[in-house]
């Protein structure tokens, strides 16, 4: 499909998650029109090849007429039948851009119209995050002389995972204490990131030379490479820099065991973060904007 230039995944990314059972044609739906053409498609991804988690690809031909109508569509097909099976629907969008994004017309109407026909049906928050990446061969930081890191179990960083979501940057973290309380965040989040194709065994303590905890970092995966997966600092131990030795010692992590390739997410309101991140020798590949409910 001829989509808007420099949105969304490529046709080899594309078929690369077909391949490995990802996308899957019970979860996809395309529009047709009258001359039988694809004018549109929207495929759910689903990270253990069971149950789909996200809608990963929804996009129609580029400068179509109807554009909100078939997206709109799409997605009500699509919901349709996840519903049936026994999907909790609608499932959050991650829309993927070029990083100025908004130097671009073409790129600007397409994502103000996927903006306003989700949250039509029912993702009605979006956040703007930057992607981030390391490659290989890319200088790696020697291990931080103020800090050690040490495995803890559940219980413990579940513990963290609460105090450092107080006073936190993250606008999706901010957006749940609104109703959720920390502790139960937390358990979530260690639930999710013991989902992720990381080893748990990889998780670490930071511990400052008096022996306080002043940070987690938990080295992680996607289905295609390493990820940052995790780091925070506690709000009594912010201001001294830790995040660059969190951060330090997960890229070191990774690069140790022959990574190729390391990604890491911020959101766009995090300036600090994305600053560490450069200053790790990240670079910033990607605008994505999540559609949520």
């Known amino acids: 499909m001829a989509t808007t230039s420099g949105i969304g995944m490529t ?23 009258d001359a039988g053409r694809v004018i549109g498609r929207a495929l759910w991804w689903a990270r253990d090849q ?10 129609v031909i580029a400068d179509h007429a109807e554009a ?63 992607q ?33 979501a107080h006073g936190s940057l993250d606008v999706l973290t901010r957006r749940e204490l609104a109703t959720t309380d920390a502790l139960s965040l937390a358990r979530d989040e260690v639930d999710y990131y013991r989902s992720c194709p990381g080893e748990r065994d990889w998780w670490r303590l930071a511990y400052d030379q008096h022996g306080s905890v ?4 938990i080295p992680s995966a996607t289905p295609t490479n390493r990820n940052v997966g995790y780091l925070a600092v506690p709000p009594e131990h912010r201001g001294h820099g830790y995040v ?13 065991s022959g990574a190729e390739r390391i990604t890491a997410t911020t959101d766009a309101v995090n300036t600090p973060m994305a600053a ?12 994505r904007i999540d559609l949520e409910r």
């Not at 959050?92 to 103000?112: E, I, L």
């Open 11 to 33: 046709s080899a990314q594309i078929e690369n998650e077909i391949a490995a059972g990802r996308l899957q044609p019970q979860w996809s739906q395309v529009a047709l029109d």
């Open 68 to 130: 909100p109508t078939v997206l709109r569509a799409l997605l009500e097909r699509g919901h349709a039948v996840l519903a049936a099976r026994g999907i909790r629907v609608p499932l959050p969008h991650t829309m993927r851009v070029p990083v100025a994004w908004r130097d671009d017309a073409a790129v600007v109407h397409d994502v103000r119209t996927k903006i306003a026909e989700a949250a039509s049906i029912g993702l009605g928050h979006h956040n703007e995050r930057r």
């Open 214 to 217: 002043v940070g987690i970092a």
């Open 132 to 164: 981030f990446e390391w490659g290989q061969g890319t200088y790696v930081s020697p291990p931080s002389p103020r800090l050690r890191f040490e495995p803890a179990d559940d219980a413990t960083f579940i513990s963290l995972f609460a105090r450092a």
């Open 276 to 287: 560490a991140f450069e200053r790790a020798g990240y670079r910033c590949v990607e605008t």
């Open 244 to 256: 660059d030795d969190l951060l330090g010692f997960i890229t070191a992590f990774h690069a140790a």
């Open 50 to 59: 069971q149950t789909p988690i996200e809608l990963d690809v929804w996009d």
